[in-house]
């Protein structure tokens, strides 16, 4: 089949079989691409989708989009759980295999250091969101119910409010000494971390504000123990919810690795 190379990750040369059935962008099975040592995991997909104009065109289809990044990820799921991935940003399309070689001529010092720094290490995610205003969570965080409604006076009125205002400015101080701390601890464990803009609820979907959001770089044989640590220390955060992911390819800790690749269709140096 022609087409153009659709690059996932780089990585180094790995024994274990990726699953058999295992297919990525547009269908096609991922293959290895090696050069100098180091391992390029391609697929071959159109040109009449992935040449830079039509590929232009298709980043705007919200429904295509969603569907190439699952079957992107899927691909960097399979690596992680059999060697350490270097992942490409979506849609990293070259001309040829010439052009793969060339770009990972042009990073392959780059490519190397990273790889001896993330060598059998994982990225952990961890999230805290809080919840107010439902009588459960308010209940749980110590803010009094309001009163019903009944005639009371202005002052009456102004004091049950100001009483209102603490609980939640308490509640939030709570917040940030919990987050703070759990930071802290799970940062002391991981050999590496980064700390996210918190996520916006209404573009992710998830229940609550988030207040933390954070990955962790991990030895890969000590994940173990740090998911344990986490489910400990979600049972000093009433009111709150902590979300642990992973464990996922090394996003937050490979620097540019994953960018500015796309588009390059000469196979010139980028």
Same mark, same amino acid.
């Given at each position: 089949m022609t087409g153009l190379r659709y690059v996932y990750a780089i990585c180094r040369p790995f024994r274990s079989a990726l699953q058999a059935q295992l297919t990525g962008v547009a269908g096609e099975p991922p293959k290895q691409l090696t050069h100098h040592g180091l391992v390029a995991v391609v697929s071959t997909v159109p040109e009449g989708i992935f040449a830079e104009e039509p590929l232009r !065109? #298709?980043?705007?289809?919200? =429904?295509? @989009? %969603?569907?190439?990044?699952? !079957? #992107?990820?899927?691909?960097? =799921?399979? @690596? %992680?759980?059999?060697?350490?991935?270097?992942?490409?940003?979506?849609?990293?399309?070259?001309?040829?295999?010439?052009?793969?070689?060339?770009?990972?001529?042009?990073?392959?010092?780059?490519?190397?250091?990273?790889?001896?720094?993330?060598?059998?290490?994982?990225?952990?995610?961890?999230?805290?969101?809080?919840e107010t205003g439902s009588p459960d969570t308010d209940a749980e965080v110590g803010i009094e119910p309001a009163p019903a409604r009944q005639p009371v006076s202005g002052r009456d009125y102004l004091r049950q409010r100001r009483s209102r205002v603490r609980a939640h400015e308490d509640l939030w101080q709570r917040v940030e000494r919990f987050a703070s701390r759990l930071h802290g601890t799970l940062s002391s464990y991981a050999e590496d971390s980064r700390l996210h803009a918190p996520q916006n609820s209404a573009l992710s979907g998830a229940a609550g504000r988030n207040v933390l959001n954070a990955a962790y770089l991990v030895p890969r044989a000590d994940s173990e123990e740090f998911v344990e640590l986490v489910d400990r220390e979600k049972d000093d955060a009433p009111g709150m919810r902590v979300e642990l992911t992973g464990p996922w390819a090394t996003y937050s800790f490979t620097g540019d690795f994953t960018a500015d690749f796309t588009g390059d269709f000469t196979g010139e140096k980028p």
């Open positions: !065109a #298709h980043l705007e289809d919200l =429904d295509w @989009l %969603t569907e190439t990044a699952r !079957a #992107h990820q899927g691909v960097i =799921d399979a @690596l %992680t759980a059999v060697t350490t991935p270097l992942p490409l940003r979506l849609a990293t399309v070259f001309r040829d295999d010439s052009g793969v070689r060339t770009m990972i001529e042009a990073r392959e010092a780059h490519f190397r250091a990273a790889l001896d720094r993330l060598e059998g290490r994982v990225e952990w995610g961890v999230k805290v969101y809080v």
